[in-house]
């Protein structure tokens, strides 16, 4: 019988069974960020430790960086204090470093596979739930808390426990105005915020196979809102077209033999999954969120829903209790609720083709004056592409700020904030309550394009009739 | 390294209803600008318990009759979202020695087994008799004995379990696996050549 690519990593990856029964587990490559490292870098100190792979532990800072100016020292004392302790950390450490002053800084998600660090096959980890975006090009990432950060520093392992296999095929044709981040909402929807729990997900079938890596990468990085521990798709010859020619890719004879093995990692065609889900891409609709969970999501063309569906108690009272955090009415459109904010960034969908697929449809026309609307790359690389392409005009021109690259208002440690009940049409990956930065603050989750579509009608609309898709 | 043995936690409880209350909602990410996780318990649930103005908001946590508890009692799929620890260290040095819940998200739950702060699954019914027992009498005494996957209140028992790994690393005394991670040191670099990775 074959095996999962889940199930070869696992096994290659395994050193040994812990006391407790968890698997000694290796992760290839480490990320580290700003935020949830400096406590683990304090924990080592504590202990007397040095990083045991400081070769395989890569560093970038994203969450707290400004995105107006990038200029040291920044604005907020403490922010400005957390990067001092990256640079140190970095530095005494002995860890690759994309700093702010290296060119190739951005959101942590966005630089891996931007350098080729990312690779088929291998563990990553990182102090970030959204880790799970690597798995695009087949690796098995996790997102962990700060203690194991402080465990992979030290050992280049963490304690972890094996999980499911549950394969999601989406196969047919998606319709025109559909994107990758509908597929993904699409698919939290149907299988639920909580549906991935010990499970992680293998997305297969033509859909997948037809999509580009930076299309792989948003539909990953949303396995953690279904649940999910980590989610990726199986190596093809699309991700090695990708990895060909980047910083850390292996080349010349190294790249072939590389490429041989990284093909041995995909699933088997005869493996076995502990679950199977079968979605097809024509039922797909463009999807926005209505609520204060990934799962709480709507086609755009229907209505937000009222506690008079719900089919229990339960149900109802969390309605109820989104509608009024959302301030949406019961049972009414969705379409027509009116923005004050639209985001376009987020280790979610804030890569070169993000943008360059909005600026297709925003060419001539203009963000409604009611609007705020932000256009933030994901990482210093995605801002000179983009320029260079002359996209960061087409968005400025039609009333988008283009800014630095960063996390941004994906979760507002920064100066990018809503205020008060601002709502705003977002292109991340959260609509908890408070996410953005203010306590009120509501947001409602969709894809790049149809973020552009709410700026420019100053309300949430389809963007196949905005754009004429 | 040795570590104390959680084999069961007792106290006050408090229940913090809801489903899906993710870790934004437990610790928001603007007090998340810190390089210690020291002061962090004051900002437990926030903006849930607190006005703009600082204010105190109605919020369980708020209740004097329930100051003190070290129990916090929760619903389904307890800290979803962010993989932020510091939403179990907020949780920790707020007073939380433990958690019940019908569900948790698995990097909390992970996150809290790493600081010793046990997590027990129970049944909506268990957790709903539990909630109103300790609204009824908020000085009731609640004992969650992680070793026989049990919660004692009054003369009432239930099930409560954890996960076999979780439950064997609490009450040995291994819930933090640094030592144990650092013993492997030949096994790990003899692993990383074997994959390719230069030392
Ligand atoms: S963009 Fe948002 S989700 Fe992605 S790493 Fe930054 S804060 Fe996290």
């Not at chain 1, 994203?62 to 995105?67: A, M, R, Y």
């Not at chain 1, 579509?453 to 949430?460: K, L, P, Q, T």
């Not at chain 2, 002061?39 to 329930?66: C, I, M, T, W």
């Not at chain 2, 739950?109 to 609204?135: H, M, Q, R, W, Y």
Request: aromatic share 8%; with cysteine.
């Amino acid at each position: 019988m074959g095996k999962t690519l889940f199930a070869k990593v696992w096994d290659s990856h395994a050193v040994r069974t812990l006391s407790n029964g968890q698997t000694q587990f290796l992760i290839d490559t480490h990320l580290v960020h700003e935020v949830t490292s400096p406590q683990a870098f304090g924990m080592l100190r504590d202990l007397g430790l040095k990083v045991a792979y400081p070769n395989r532990t890569f560093a970038t800072v994203d969450h707290i960086v400004p995105t107006d100016s990038q200029v040291a020292p920044f604005a907020d004392p403490l922010a400005e204090e957390m990067i001092q302790a990256l640079n140190k950390n970095a530095q005494e450490f002995g860890i690759t470093y994309f700093s702010l002053a290296t060119g190739k800084q951005g959101i942590v998600h966005v630089v891996g596979p931007e350098q080729g660090i990312t690779q088929p096959g291998t563990t990553i980890a990182c102090g970030d739930s959204h880790t799970a975006t690597h798995g695009a090009f087949g690796a098995i990432a996790f997102g962990i808390g700060t203690t194991q950060v402080r465990d992979v520093l030290a050992t280049q392992t963490m304690a972890l426990n094996p999980m499911k296999v549950r394969r999601i095929n989406v196969n047919g044709k998606l319709r025109p105005g559909v994107y990758a981040k509908d597929v993904t909402l699409h698919i939290i929807r149907l299988l639920g915020a909580n549906g991935g729990i010990g499970h992680a997900y293998e997305y297969g079938g033509n859909v997948f196979d037809e999509m580009t890596m930076e299309e792989r990468m948003t539909v990953c990085n949303m396995a953690i809102e279904g649940g999910a521990r980590c989610g990726y798709i199986n190596p093809d010859d699309t991700t090695f077209a990708y990895l060909k020619g980047r910083p850390y890719s292996p080349t010349g004879e190294a790249w072939d033999k590389a490429v041989a093995q990284w093909r041995t990692f995909a699933s088997d065609a005869d493996c076995v999954y502990d679950d199977v889900v079968n979605i097809k891409a024509e039922d797909i609709p463009p999807t926005v969120t209505w609520g204060v969970s990934p799962d709480q999501a709507i086609a755009v063309t229907e209505n937000v829903p009222s506690p008079d569906d719900a089919k229990n108690d339960v149900q109802r009272a969390s309605i109820n209790e989104a509608l009024a955090y959302m301030k949406l009415p019961a049972g009414k459109p969705i379409k027509g609720t009116k923005v004050d904010v639209a985001f376009i960034g987020s280790c979610t969908n804030g890569r070169l083709s993000d943008f360059r697929e909005v600026a297709k449809f925003i060419k001539g026309k203009k963000v409604n004056p009611s609007v705020k609307a932000i256009a933030v790359p994901g990482s210093q690389i995605v801002d000179v592409l983009a320029r260079q392409e002359g996209l960061d005009k087409v968005f400025t021109e039609a009333g988008f700020e283009w800014r630095g690259a960063g996390c941004s208002m994906c979760l507002a440690m920064n100066p990018d904030k809503l205020i008060g009940d601002q709502l705003c049409a977002s292109s991340s990956n959260r609509n908890f309550k408070g996410r953005q930065g203010s306590p009120t603050g509501r947001t409602v989750l969709m894809s790049p394009v149809m973020v552009a579509a709410a700026a420019i009608n100053g309300s949430i609309a389809d963007a196949r009739e905005v754009f004429s898709i | 390294m040795a570590l104390a043995k959680i084999t069961s936690v007792s106290g006050r409880a408090v229940h913090v209803p809801g489903a899906d209350i993710d870790t934004d909602r437990i610790i928001p990410a603007r007090f998340m600008k810190c390089v210690t996780f020291d002061g962090l318990g004051e900002f437990a649930f926030y903006d849930v318990r607190k006005n703009e103005d600082g204010s105190d908001k109605q919020h369980p946590l708020n209740e004097p009759r329930f100051k003190g508890a070290s129990i916090l009692l929760a619903d389904s799929n307890f800290g979803c979202g962010s993989s932020r620890e510091h939403a179990p260290q907020a949780l920790y040095r707020f007073g939380f020695r433990a958690v019940i819940a019908q569900s948790f998200a698995e990097i909390f739950f992970g996150n809290c087994t790493t600081l010793g702060i046990p997590c027990v699954i129970a049944s909506e019914a268990d957790i709903k008799a539990l909630s109103d027992a300790v609204n009824a009498d908020p000085t009731l005494e609640v004992t969650v004995d992680v070793a026989n996957d049990q919660v004692r209140y009054g003369d009432k028992s239930f099930k409560a379990s954890s996960a076999t790994t979780a439950k064997e690393a609490l009450i040995t005394g291994h819930w933090d696996p640094i030592g144990e991670l650092l013993e492997a040191k030949d096994d790990v670099a003899s692993k990383m050549k074997a994959l390719g990775w230069a030392a």
